[in-house]
């Protein structure tokens, strides 16, 4: 069974394209344009394997998302996909949970270097 990989960025390029790289290479993708979108969507019973979230968008950041998720979902993985590379806020990110950080842009190879390192089985 494939792995379900949800990505919650608020552009729609950035889904587009970790979409389409994740799809190749065997992964069920869903998606969402920001954290509250998200969190919705798992309150409501959906639990991705592995989530990769966009630090940045409006209505809840992913810091806020991370801290709400990790009370419904306490061991998936999370990365941090972002233009931001300040220690404070990687420091902050995994003080509330984050399992990785990736900087923006992020090669296609190198994302599924480091999902498969995450997701263990797949």
Same mark, same amino acid.
């Given at each position: 069974?494939? &792995?379900?990989?949800?990505?919650?960025?608020?552009?729609?390029? =950035?889904?587009?394209?970790?979409?389409?790289?994740? *799809?190749?290479?065997?992964?069920?993708? *869903?998606?969402?344009?920001?954290?509250?979108?998200?969190?919705?969507?798992?309150?409501?019973?959906? &639990?991705?394997?592995?989530?990769?979230?966009?630090?940045?968008?409006?209505?809840?950041?992913?810091?806020?998302?991370? &801290?709400?998720?990790?009370?419904?979902?306490?061991?998936?993985?999370?990365?941090?996909?972002?233009? *931001?590379? *300040?220690?404070?806020?990687?420091?902050?990110?995994?003080?509330?949970?984050?399992?990785?950080?990736? =900087? &923006?842009? =992020?090669?296609?190879?190198?994302?599924?270097?480091?999902?498969?390192? =995450?997701?263990?089985?797949?």
């Amino acid at each position: 069974m494939k &792995k379900t990989i949800f990505i919650i960025d608020d552009s729609a390029t =950035v889904i587009m394209s970790l979409k389409t790289t994740l *799809e190749m290479n065997g992964y069920a993708v *869903e998606s969402a344009s920001n954290g509250k979108m998200a969190l919705d969507k798992m309150a409501s019973g959906f &639990k991705p394997d592995l989530i990769i979230t966009d630090l940045n968008m409006p209505i809840m950041n992913g810091l806020e998302f991370i &801290k709400n998720v990790r009370q419904i979902l306490k061991f998936t993985p999370i990365l941090i996909l972002t233009t *931001e590379s *300040e220690q404070s806020k990687k420091d902050e990110a995994k003080k509330l949970g984050a399992t990785g950080w990736l =900087v &923006k842009p =992020v090669a296609g190879t190198d994302l599924i270097n480091v999902v498969k390192k =995450v997701l263990p089985g797949s």
